[in-house]
T-cell receptor, first 117, second 117 residues
Framework: GAVVSQHPSWVICKSGTSVKIECRSLDFQATTMFWYRQFPKQSLMLMATSNEGSKATYEQGVEKDKFLINHASLTLSTLTVTSAHPEDSSFYIC?????????????FGPGTRLTVT | AQSVTQLDSHVSVSEGTPVLLRCNYSSSYSPSLFWYVQHPNKGLQLLLKYTSAATLVKGINGFEAEFKKSETSFHLTKPSAHMSDAAEYFCVVSEYGRGSTLGRLYFGRGTQLTVWP
């Protein structure tokens, strides 16, 4: 139980295009989802926190207009990288926090590797 | 403020020998501490967590960690390494106590464990 999926697992796009990444909690409801970014050989950096039905809270230094987050349902959050540039190439990981019955545990998705050419 | 320092970016051991991955933390409160493992191109998996119930915490796959408040440490150990243990390990602190992941998670930079046959 408590599985989080991400789609796609990897994507290559051209500079200037937009890319959407989906994060789904497959067998539980998640009122809160988190988006992280991981550079090679580095740790995870929290980008934003999204609560179902409300606007995402972005961390300092993260461009809201560039990284659009939508959390439309209790099982789905999306991250759209708009007008992508090579410096946006990274590994993006989401996590979903379960409700009380799951002890509010955070469960991580497998990540999406984005390469912008 | 919370922060985590993983003292070694890379640890190499021979199969069958003990593993020690070091982690020091800084927290304004009584922290929750976690160890996660990440295999290549996979999401993070929870190994164990400190909830204040016991200072020696046992996790999955034979791993354990000891919380030492006086040393502000939470080192991860395993008596005998297995080839399948080769992965990236992250020490994480939460701003909430009692093993909760309700709040934001702060990640260390990670330790890459290599296991030689």
């Amino acid at each position: 139980g408590a599985v989080v999926s991400q789609h796609p697992s990897w994507v290559i796009c051209k500079s200037g295009t937009s890319v959407k990444i989906e994060c789904r909690s497959l067998d539980f409801q998640a009122t809160t989802m988190f988006w992280y970014r991981q550079f090679p050989k580095q740790s995870l950096m929290l980008m934003a926190t999204s609560n179902e039905g409300s606007k995402a809270t972005y961390e300092q230094g993260v461009e809201k207009d560039k990284f659009l987050i939508n959390h439309a349902s209790l099982t789905l959050s999306t991250l759209t990288v708009t007008s992508a540039h090579p410096e946006d190439s990274s590994f993006y990981i989401c996590s979903a926090r379960g409700r009380r019955e799951l002890s509010y545990e955070q469960y991580f998705g497998p990540g999406t590797r984005l390469t912008v050419t | 403020a919370q922060s985590v320092t993983q003292l070694d970016s890379h640890v190499s051991v021979s199969e069958g020998t003990p593993v020690l991955l070091r982690c020091n933390y800084s927290s304004s409160y009584s922290p929750s501490l976690f160890w996660y493992v990440q295999h290549p191109n996979k999401g993070l998996q929870l190994l164990l967590k400190y909830t204040s119930a016991a200072t020696l915490v046992k996790g999955i796959n034979g791993f354990e960690a000891e919380f030492k408040k006086s040393e502000t440490s939470f080192h991860l150990t395993k008596p005998s390494a297995h080839m399948s243990d080769a992965a990236e390990y992250f020490c994480v602190v939460s701003e909430y106590g009692r093993g909760s992941t309700l709040g934001r998670l702060y990640f260390g930079r990670g330790t890459q464990l290599t296991v030689w046959p």
